[in-house]
Structure formats: structure tokens, C-alpha cells
């Protein structure tokens, strides 16, 4: 149950909204892609479908030793991925400071960028994998 439960949050995530962007929605991972043009967008929504698909399959075998790989690339890609979203919103807020600086505009701009937010599909795929990797730890313990 802990696997299906985690590969159908992973599913869920990579289609629920990733980051609340003001003026700008709400995207996941395929409308990130599409939005700003970049292959990696794409290769994380198609990571994350894998990792769901092999994990509903390593369930319905009864194979959960799978779970630990499924899982752990997973949370290795969250864990990138959330790497990522740090660095780009510091260099971003570095830019904004360096652009508006003196400007009238600044708080605006301030504010436009403290309200980038994650969204809760991020969280369900951060949980769906700590379900995954967690299966794979009680069928250890079972064995």
C-alpha cells in the first residue's frame, strides 16, 4: 500500500502546480517546460513518470527491492531539482537588487519575487518518494 500510495503522489505532483509564480500561474513541470523553452523541465516530468511507472510495476510484482532504486532516484531528482529552484531564485534576487536598485520600483519588485513560491505538487512528489524509499525500508524489515 505505502508504494502505490507514493508512485500515485509522484503521478500527482508531476501534474498538480510545482510553483506559484505571480502574474504567472501556477505551472507544473510539462508548463514550465513550454514556458521557458528548456529540455529540463521536460526530462524531470519524464523522470518522475518513470519513477512512478516503474514503482506501480515493481508493486504489482511483488518485486520491492526495486523501490529502493525507484526511490532513491526520486529523491535524488527532488533534491536537484530543489538545488536548482535555490540557486535560481538567489541569482534572481541578486539580478533584482543590482537592476532596481535606487528605483522607485524595487519594493514591487521585492514583493514579486518573495511571493515565488513551491506548490503542493512539489510537496506530493517529495512524499510520494519518502513512501517509496519508505516500502522498500519495511519490506527489509520484514524479511
Not at 500527482?12 to 510553483?19: A, F, I, K, R, S
Amino acid at each position: 500500500m505505502l508504494a502505490l500510495a507514493g508512485a500515485g503522489l509522484v503521478l500527482v505532483g508531476v501534474v498538480g502546480p510545482l510553483v506559484a509564480i505571480p502574474m504567472g500561474g501556477t505551472p507544473n513541470l510539462f508548463e514550465l517546460q513550454r514556458l521557458q523553452q528548456q529540455p529540463g523541465y521536460l526530462w524531470a516530468a519524464l523522470g518522475f513518470l518513470a519513477v512512478a511507472g516503474l514503482s506501480l510495476a515493481a508493486a504489482a510484482v511483488r518485486q520491492y527491492r526495486w523501490l529502493w532504486i525507484t526511490g532513491l532516484a526520486g529523491a535524488v531528482g527532488w533534491a536537484a531539482g530543489f538545488v536548482r529552484y535555490q540557486a535560481a531564485m538567489e541569482q534572481l534576487r541578486d539580478d533584482m537588487q543590482a537592476r532596481f536598485a535606487g528605483s522607485p520600483v524595487a519594493w514591487f519588485a521585492r514583493g514579486m519575487l518573495a511571493d515565488v513560491q513551491l506548490r503542493w505538487g512539489a510537496y506530493c512528489m517529495l512524499t510520494g518518494v519518502l513512501l517509496l524509499l519508505g516500502a522498500a525500508i519495511v519490506h527489509e524489515r520484514r524479511r
